[in-house]
């Protein structure tokens, strides 16, 4: 269990990293770029740390669908990205491999 919540810990992590190039503005800004690259390596460091245990085609898709979702969903509120209805189906379609691939997984 400990693997999952590391990888969970990196997902939300990866979120940060995401919205942080946003904020980071090409890397112009140097207290954004410095947090979105202290968050992309921790994020990382995370991800290698859960790949230990958790088979690695699970763990990347995982961490890849918590910042997906995460960056999605904060991109509607931290930014008015259209939160149109086919746009909100897609991200529950990968919230639902997520949730698939933890069910499934044999770690």
């Given at each position: 269990?400990?693997a ?17 190039l ?80 933890k ?5």
């Amino acid at each position: 269990m400990n693997a999952w919540i590391t990888l969970a810990v990196a997902g939300l992590l990866e979120i940060i990293w995401a919205i942080g190039l946003k904020y980071a503005d090409g890397f112009t800004k140097p207290v954004p770029s410095a947090i979105t690259i202290m968050a992309m390596i921790a994020s990382m460091w995370l991800l290698a740390q859960a790949a230990r245990t958790l088979p690695i085609g699970t763990a990347y898709a995982v961490w890849t669908g918590i910042g997906a979702v995460g960056a999605a969903l904060l991109g509607i509120m931290l930014f008015s990205e259209s939160p149109n209805v086919m746009r909100l189906a897609c991200i529950g379609l990968i919230v639902a491999g997520i949730i698939g691939l933890k069910v499934t997984s044999p770690s």
